[in-house]
């Protein structure tokens, strides 16, 4: 265990645990939400400190990444516990228990993960992945430091829901963020996450403010996020607040954890992607096979220039400085 940063001690040995927008006030012996952030005799400790779930080297398109050193590898570590409840979670066996009822946890140091990183010449770097990285912080914050010293890239695959000031003291250690914008109303967020909206968005604004590449991923789940008005709202938002090239990823529903609702129509996320595409320059489809909806186009030429079949990408039209071969025309900052 490790001291946790970023929390208030109060009356009675409680402490209000500052990390998140829950704010959680914790009493001896409980938890928080997230399910890993203990008070023990009015201290608050990370349980998962240097404890992992999961580890292994990944295509970045995986996470999903698509204009951020495609087609190259990167180390991917998670651990477990989340601070959203996401009804339709897809690893909830990791993200939705504690570290009493999972028993595989492994043991690793921060130096003990950037050699393993350096191992493989075609890794870039790490990707805190899988569960939550936001309730890992410390780890997090301790390895991402060490990984930029040794030149490794950091990625963040995040769902947002974090306070101001801990996002900003990890800012400088993050080069990339894949960020899960799971809807667009307050509702939504309410009744099937158990969190909120207004903290996401302006996590997504920091990202954005601080220069770092951002990627959004929308799950599309029938009759809870697919109304097409508020989606324009959503894309509408992205393209203003943010920037029309902020790369959005549009991905398809399966049941899962609590959630027995059919996966989501073809046509549905292809009414979405059309109404995404006048409005932002780079969106994909996810989870779905064979409509060429994930391959990058030159928005001035028109051609092709990166084509993924599934986690094969194949970089065809993009030169080592990221401009397009067949009319010069800027497509990747980060390649």
């Not at 570590?77 to 996401?86: P, Q, V, Y």
């Not at 029309?244 to 959630?259: E, G, N």
């Not at 993924?308 to 025309?329: E, L, P, Q, S």
Request: include cysteine; glycine fraction near 4%.
């Amino acid at each position: 265990m490790e001291e946790a940063k970023f929390y208030t001690r109060t009356d009675n040995n409680k402490v209000i645990c500052n990390l998140c927008p829950h704010n959680c006030l914790i009493s001896p012996g409980q938890r928080g939400s997230c399910g890993i952030r203990k008070n023990i005799n009015g201290e608050l400790f990370t349980e998962i400190y240097e404890k992992i779930a999961a580890i292994n080297f990944d295509p970045i398109e995986k996470k999903p990444l698509y204009h951020f050193y495609p087609g190259r590898k990167i180390l991917s570590i998670g651990t477990i516990g989340c601070n959203l409840h996401c009804k339709f979670c897809q690893n909830y066996d990791i993200s939705q228990t504690n570290i009493d009822e999972f028993p595989y946890l492994k043991n690793y140091t921060s130096d003990e993960i950037i050699n393993i990183a350096l191992q493989k010449s075609d890794n870039i770097g790490i990707a805190y992945t899988y569960n939550e990285p936001i309730i890992w912080y410390e780890f997090v914050l301790k390895t991402a430091k060490k990984a930029q010293a040794k030149n490794l890239k950091n990625v963040m695959v995040t769902n947002g829901y974090i306070n101001k000031k801990p996002l900003e003291e990890l800012m400088p250690y993050i080069d990339a963020f894949s960020v899960d914008l799971k809807a667009f109303t307050e509702d939504f967020y309410k009744e099937i996450t158990l969190s909120k909206l207004e903290p996401v968005k302006e996590t997504l604004k920091t990202i954005y403010k601080n220069h770092k590449h951002l990627e959004i991923t929308n799950l599309i789940i029938p009759g809870l996020n697919d109304d097409e008005k508020i989606f324009k709202d959503m894309v509408l938002w992205i393209a203003n607040e943010l920037d029309k090239d902020v790369v959005l990823h549009l991905s398809r529903y399966f049941p899962t954890y609590k959630l027995d609702i059919n996966p989501t129509p073809i046509s549905t996320l292809e009414s979405l992607h059309n109404i995404a595409k006048q409005f932002l320059n780079n969106v994909y489809l996810g989870n779905v096979q064979g409509l060429e909806k994930d391959n990058t186009y030159c928005k001035k030429c028109k051609k092709v220039v990166i084509k993924r079949t599934g986690y094969y990408t194949d970089i065809m039209g993009v030169d080592k400085n990221g401009n397009c071969i067949f009319c010069g025309n800027k497509i990747l900052k980060y390649c």
